[in-house]
């Protein structure tokens, strides 16, 4: 089995790149060695994400002065909620990097059961091909919406500056729509614009790398789950002794332990992106009533950052959920084997898998299952119906004057 196939791994390159942006400051990310990862409060990756976070708290301390100024309504409380949640997601990943190399341990001594004989017989899952895929996906279709609403901030802007007169240049008038919180306090400098973009990349980062990560972790653990299936359906109606029964079982075990340690970790982080990203359609929908009928410009932007954010929901719902698919296909496998070779050990085994719901979830609120899909499904369409009700089309205008 090739080394790079166990998860610390397959998630290293993934994991580097979020450095970056200050995400799960956690030394020798890319080590062969599991051992050598660690997380040093005194070291430059740490410090140089303490320094991007202190930015984005100054960053959200303007938003929340602008918004006390102009006073609170849908949108600007929508603004200020969106820094709120951007900001506990790196608070959330400083926690988990803080017990990153306890986690990836207790993984790694899992892993060592199924990346040997004769688990590495059933291994086609291809965990590390699936992150990359999955994540360089998702990310570059975040970049093409990052660089739609960068075209819409800078065509609205024009707008502005053009139709009232504003006697200021045109990249002054981008950071004066783009900026408010800041233009207020900060006065317009040229070269200020690449830094103020570099902290606003660190901030809107996470929204999509969160869902990245928990689609990553649900990849690495369906991985395993997958091996114990095909382990098992590999002796299909066959007469097993007892002892095979037990280690499976064993393994399986194993498997749920290290589901739960997940599960405790990532909770807060699954909990809010799940929550993010649902009050972000709803917010949308509720846009998309004053977005008909609008330029080009402002629709295409629009319109591609709803559908980006419908589907990177549902995307993290279906391949997170197949940890719970995979032991449904168990359970599947298990109800045919033969009556006399149903013994107290698969008994014991049948019981254990219907236990408890072995998924994801959301601090408990919620499981990363199939059937989450139509439940969010449901409360979409229900609150489109709820607003498309209440509110009276005919009475929206387009806004089209920005004086």
């Known amino acids: ?6 998860f610390y ?4 390159q993934v994991l580097f790149i979020s ?5 799960l400051p956690v030394n020798n990310i890319r080590s062969l060695d599991v051992d050598n990862i660690k997380f040093r409060w005194l070291s430059l990756r740490t410090f140089y994400s303490a320094i991007i976070l202190l930015l984005n708290c100054c960053e959200f301390g303007t ?7 102009v006073g609170i ?6 603004s200020l909620a969106l820094y709120i949640v951007c900001l506990l997601e790196h608070v959330f990943f400083w926690k988990l990097a803080i017990n990153w190399q306890r986690i990836m341990k207790h993984w790694h001594r899992v892993e060592q059961l199924f990346l040997s004989i004769p688990y590495r017989f059933y291994d086609e899952y291809k965990m590390k091909r699936r992150i990359n895929i999955v994540v360089g996906l998702i990310m570059s279709s975040a970049l093409i919406e990052h660089f739609l609403l960068l075209a819409n901030s800078f065509h609205l802007s024009n707008l502005e500056r053009t139709q009232c007169n504003i006697n200021v240049s045109y990249l002054e008038g981008v950071y004066k729509w783009e ?3 800041l233009y207020i306090i900060l006065p317009y400098k040229i070269w200020l614009l690449p830094f103020l973009e570099w902290i606003n990349e660190t901030i809107a980062y996470p929204r999509s790398f969160t869902d990245c990560f928990i ?6 653990l369906a991985a395993r789950f997958h091996q114990l299936h095909r382990r098992i359906a590999a002796v299909h109606k066959k007469v097993m002794p007892a002892v095979f029964w037990t280690e499976v079982r064993q393994h399986y075990l194993a498997l749920k332990r290290l589901v739960r340690l997940l599960d405790a970790a990532i909770a807060p982080l699954v909990l809010l992106a799940f929550g993010n990203n649902m009050s972000f359609i709803c917010f949308q929908l509720f846009n998309s009533f004053k977005n008909i009928g609008v330029d080009t410009i402002v629709m295409v932007a629009f319109w591609y950052s709803l559908i980006f954010a419908v589907a990177r929901t549902t995307l993290t719902i279906f391949v997170t959920a197949s940890i719970n698919d995979y032991e449904l296909k168990i359970i599947t496998a298990l109800r045919d084997v033969p009556s006399k070779a149903w013994t107290t050990e698969v008994q014991r085994f049948s019981e254990q898998l219907g236990n408890d719901m072995t998924a994801l979830s959301g601090n408990g609120f919620f499981y990363l299952t199939r059937q989450l899909v139509l439940a969010m499904g449901t409360t979409i369409i229900t609150y489109e119906l ?4 209440v509110i009276n089309q005919g009475s929206i205008r387009q806004r089209t004057v920005y004086c």
């Open 9 to 12: 791994r397959a998630v290293s």
């Open 179 to 181: 900026r408010p919180h």
């Open 19 to 23: 450095q970056i942006y200050g995400l």
């Open 1 to 6: 089995m090739p080394q790079g196939e166990a």
């Open 63 to 69: 938003v929340l002065h602008y918004v006390v100024e």
């Open 215 to 220: 689609m990553c972790i649900g990849i690495g």
């Open 386 to 389: 709820m607003i498309s009700d």
């Open 73 to 78: 309504n849908f949108h600007t409380s929508s």
